[in-house]
């Protein structure tokens, strides 16, 4: 099943791919791999959430953060190569917390199901 179907079988659309809120590009396609960055939580070109999880976010918050920011990324993606053109993904993340707050095994996991890179199999 095409990346694209599953996403519509769950009830998922994606927006259009946010503009980058700094002086980086989102993605940059070397040696037949899309590396992505600057990924964030932005829904209409505003941050959907702020804050450390733990501090300001509680799980149920940071879950949400990491869901729209997954789907900013397969965004991209799709604006880039084409959602269902890569053949292998790899996941990433980066959790903010609160200091001293040990995240835990899971607690990035809104964002698990996406991929962050999609690339040709060798």
Known sequence: MSVTARLTAVGLQLPEPPRPLGGYV????????????????????RPAVTGRLGAELDLAAGRDAARVAALNALAVIRAETGLDAGTRSHRGGVVRRKCGQ????????????????FGQAA
Do not use: Y
């Open 26 to 45: 989102p993605a940059v396609e070397a040696s037949g791999l899309l590396f992505l960055s600057g990924m964030l939580p932005l829904r209409d070109g």
């Open 102 to 117: 040990h995240a835990g095994r899971g607690r990035a996991r809104g964002g698990q199901a996406p991929a962050v890179g």
